[in-house]
């Protein structure tokens, strides 16, 4: 990940789990599902939840997010469209889109009160929501 054109972040995503590991500032970070029956994904500092995610419905692009001292939600904002919004209080106050259909590159545009780990986890999020659907198209 970069900001302008400075690298940030680098997601190690594993190929056969919903997890990942990232490294923030020297500081590791775990980004992993929880309960596959309850659709809960944690992002971790060693031992330490910082930050928790619930799907709301199995049949919607959506979670619960216990973020930044609050709940706000994470879902698409049209089922024809790969891009999410961020929700607090009823109002969008961030998004997560595709930058164009031909690059592999995503405009993140979420709320500085947020830290940078707590944003890497939502587009983390959003990250396995797309790679879901490219695998339900591929096979």
């Not at 997601?11 to 029956?37: C, H, K, N, P």
């Not at 060693?46 to 994470?74: C, M, P, W």
């Not at 709320?111 to 780990?117: E, N, Q, R, T, V």
Request: proline content about 1%; charged content about 25%.
């Amino acid at each position: 990940m970069h900001r302008d054109d400075e690298l940030i972040a680098n997601i190690d995503m594993s190929w056969f789990r919903e997890r990942a590991d990232v490294i923030l500032g020297g500081q590791t970070y775990t980004f992993s599902r929880e309960s596959v029956l309850r659709g809960t994904f944690a992002l971790k500092c060693g031992d330490q939840v910082l930050a928790r995610a619930q799907k709301t419905n199995v049949f919607t692009r959506s979670f619960d997010v216990e973020i930044a001292g609050g709940v706000s939600t994470l879902r698409a904002v049209s089922m024809w469209r790969r891009e999410f919004g961020l929700y607090s209080g009823g109002l969008q106050v961030g998004r997560i889109y595709p930058q164009s259909w031909f690059r592999r590159t995503a405009v993140i545009d979420l709320p500085d009160g947020l830290s940078l780990a707590e944003q890497v986890f939502l587009f983390w999020l959003v990250l396995v929501l797309w790679r879901r659907e490219a695998n339900s198209k591929s096979g």
